[in-house]
């Protein structure tokens, strides 16, 4: 089983930047892909951007790319969001999520993330 934490959320102005962190729990961390989705008022939760297990594969929805950016760090059993240029509508709960096909899909309890205009 994995536990996720997420930090770094909170209010930015637009055109501003934040880093999400998302701290996982176990041994296993080196086998899940990781990902972000968030989830807008009134919205379903939607994908954001995702990192192969080996680190060597990103994938981003198109509305966030070229200006967010994820990664990982294995010795840390971290993934992070760096998240510039925000927008407006950039503003939801960003969930960390970690899948894999045969030990399960786990997901963080959420951080906010509020852009002002």
């Known amino acids: 089983q994995v536990q996720l934490v997420e930090s770094g959320g909170g209010l930015v102005q637009a055109g501003g930047s934040l880093r999400l962190s998302c701290a996982a729990s176990?041994?296993?961390?080196?086998?899940?892909?990781m990902g972000w989705y968030r989830q807008a008022p009134g919205k379903e939760r939607e994908f954001v951007a995702s990192?192969?297990?080996?680190?060597?594969?990103?994938y981003y929805a198109d509305s966030v790319k070229g200006r967010f950016t994820i990664s990982r760090d294995y010795r840390r059993n971290t993934v992070a969001l760096q998240m510039n240029t925000l927008k407006p509508e950039d503003t939801a709960i960003y969930y960390c999520?970690?899948?894999?096909?045969?030990?399960?899909?786990?997901w963080g309890q959420g951080t906010q993330v509020t852009v002002s205009s």
């Open positions: 999520n970690a899948r894999h096909a045969l030990l399960g899909d786990y």
């Open positions: 176990g041994r296993t961390f080196g086998r899940y892909d």
């Open positions: 990192i192969s297990l080996s680190g060597d594969n990103t």
